[in-house]
């Protein structure tokens, strides 16, 4: 008879019956960073986070910032299986913090989710992950800091994001205003978004095209914080974006908010 595994160290957490921790007692922070998109709306054969930014590739800055965080202990990329792009350039100014993984799936959410099933053996259940988007190069160490200190006391974690500055028009077919929508309480969500390992893999393995972590949980009927950040964490989807991008980079320090 083939002996049953025991649960309590069962590689898949979902399978583990309590939280888990790791030796030191305290919650450990680690990025997802997903990496597997095609940038169809920048328009170049390339797919963007490899598209060249100040003399790096766009997804260098992107992970330099995270590595060289002291809050975060190892930052995971989530990769298109076919990648053909990530062999070719040199990663190792950023240290050993950073580990590749091949898992990338149809969607932003199915890739988060496949980097979240691949760390499952190395990461405890209460542990914080700090999902940040590739195509987000302009993050700053001061936005980490913010969003680890702001929520390191909350239950379900939370995310950056910037109140709505515009006033709001709903279109109809015909790209006429259809409505001014109230903007009150509205906001832009950006990321990292952080939220405990086990919380967040049971939401996304629970939801239905979500865009982002944030709507998963709330569909878990949780209610994120939001932290605001500012506009200077772009993501770049557009060309226009990526001269943006490098404009804040290289005013970074003029820039602190
Ligand atoms: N199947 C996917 C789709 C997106 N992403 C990542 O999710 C982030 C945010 O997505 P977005 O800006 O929409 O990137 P793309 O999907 O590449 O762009 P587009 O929607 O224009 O095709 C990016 O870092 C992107 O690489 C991913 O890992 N897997
Ligand atoms: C996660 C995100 O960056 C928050 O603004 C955004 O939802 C990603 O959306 P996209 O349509 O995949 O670009």
Redo the contacts with the bound molecule.
């Keep these: 008879m083939r002996a049953m595994p025991n649960a309590r160290s069962h590689p898949d957490p979902l399978v583990r019956p309590f939280a888990s921790a790791h030796a030191d007692g305290r919650a450990h922070h680690f990025a997802i960073v997903p990496a597997a998109?095609s940038g169809s709306?920048m328009g170049t054969e390339r797919p963007k986070q490899y598209l060249p930014l100040l003399g790096r590739p766009l997804i260098h800055h992107t992970l330099a910032v995270l590595c060289g965080s002291p809050h975060i202990d190892k930052v995971f990329v989530v990769l298109s299986i076919d990648d053909r792009e990530w062999s070719r350039h040199d990663w190792s100014a950023l240290g050993e913090k950073l580990v590749p993984l091949f898992c990338g799936g149809a969607?932003?959410a199915d890739s988060v989710l496949g980097g979240l099933r691949a760390i499952g053996a190395e990461v405890a259940q209460s542990d914080w992950i700090l999902?940040h988007?590739a195509?987000?190069p302009c993050l700053a160490a001061w936005h980490i800091d913010k969003l680890v200190r702001e929520l390191a006391h909350e239950k379900v974690g939370g995310?950056l994001a910037v109140p709505v500055a515009d006033t709001l028009k709903r279109a109809d077919d015909y790209h006429r205003v259809a409505a001014t929508v109230p903007r009150d309480s509205l906001w832009?969500?950006?990321?990292p978004?952080m939220f405990r390992y086990i919380m967040l893999r049971r939401a996304l393995e629970n939801a239905s095209q979500v865009?982002?972590?944030a709507s998963a949980m709330e569909a878990a009927g949780l209610s994120p914080r939001l932290v605001q950040g500012d506009t200077t964490n772009l993501?770049v989807?557009y060309p226009l974006d990526l001269h943006l991008a490098e404009w804040i980079l290289q005013n970074r320090e003029g820039l602190k908010s």
């Design positions: 998109g709306r969607t932003r999902v988007d195509a987000r995310l832009q969500a950006q990321t978004q865009t982002d972590e993501k989807t």
